[in-house]
C-alpha cells in the first residue's frame, strides 16, 4: 500500500514538511481522520509540535496541505498524460486510464481526496483549492477543444468535459477504493477508456460510415 507523498527533495525545510505529510497519510490511512492528531505526527514523523506548527499553522493546516499535495500530484500526471496524445481518442482513453492507475498506484492518497473533499480543513482552505479545480478544468478542456472544433469530439458545455470523461473512472474507483468491487482498475480499464470515448465522440454520418466499410 502506498501511503508515501512523492515529491522531490530539496532541502532540510522541504525534507521536513514532507515527513510531516507523510505521517498524516499513513495516520489517515490506518485510522481514519480522527487519527490525525498533533500528537500522533510528532511520533510518526519525529517532528516537534513547534515544526508542525511552524510549516502548517496547526492540524487543519496539515490536512489542507495533505488534501493539496494529492491534488497536485494527480493533476500533474494527468496533464502530462494526456498531452502526450495527439489524437481526441487518444487523449480522452489517457484521461481514463490515468484516473484509474493514478488510484490503483496510490490507494491511501486517492482514498484520502475522496474522503476529505467536503471536511471543513480542506473546505475552508481560503480557498485556493477551488481556484486551483477551476483553472484545472480550464487546462483540460483546453486539449479538448482543438478536437472540438474539428468535430471530432461532440459539442457541449465547457464545464460538462471533464464529469463526462472521468464520470465512470472516478464512480469504479470509489467503488475500487471503498472495497465494493471485486475487480480493479487493470481488469476494466480498456472496456471503460472504450466506452468513455464512445459516449464524447462525434458519430460519422452514414455516408462517412459508407466510404469508411469501402476502403
Not at 483553472?135 to 471530432?152: M, T
Not at 487493470?186 to 476502403?215: G, I, N, Q
Amino acid at each position: 500500500m502506498n501511503t508515501t507523498v512523492a515529491s522531490p527533495r530539496k532541502d532540510k525545510t522541504t525534507n521536513r514538511k514532507r515527513d510531516i505529510l507523510n505521517a498524516a497519510l499513513a495516520l489517515f490511512d490506518a485510522e481514519g481522520a480522527s487519527g490525525v492528531t498533533i500528537e500522533g505526527l510528532v511520533r510518526a514523523a519525529g517532528a516537534s509540535v513547534g515544526s508542525i506548527y511552524h510549516h502548517f499553522g496547526n492540524r487543519d493546516g496539515v490536512m489542507a496541505a495533505l488534501y493539496e499535495a494529492g491534488l497536485d500530484d494527480y493533476r500533474l500526471g494527468l496533464l502530462r498524460a494526456v498531452e502526450e496524445q495527439p489524437s481526441a481518442r487518444g487523449k480522452v482513453e489517457a484521461l481514463v486510464r490515468f484516473h484509474l492507475m493514478w488510484a490503483e498506484k496510490n490507494p491511501a492518497w486517492a482514498r484520502y481526496l475522496l474522503q476529505a473533499r467536503r471536511a471543513p480543513e480542506v473546505q475552508g482552505a481560503d480557498g485556493s483549492i477551488r481556484q486551483t479545480t477551476d483553472a484545472f478544468g480550464r487546462r483540460v478542456f483546453a486539449l479538448f477543444q482543438p478536437h472540438i472544433k474539428a468535430d471530432e469530439i461532440r459539442r457541449s458545455h465547457k464545464d460538462l468535459y471533464l464529469p463526462m470523461v472521468v464520470g465512470a473512472a472516478h464512480e469504479f474507483t470509489r467503488r475500487f477504493l471503498t472495497g465494493r468491487t471485486e475487480a480493479g482498475p487493470k481488469d476494466v480499464a480498456d472496456e471503460l477508456a472504450a466506452a468513455t470515448w464512445r459516449a464524447v465522440a462525434v458519430e460519422p454520418t452514414p455516408k462517412e460510415r459508407s466510404a469508411r466499410r469501402k476502403k
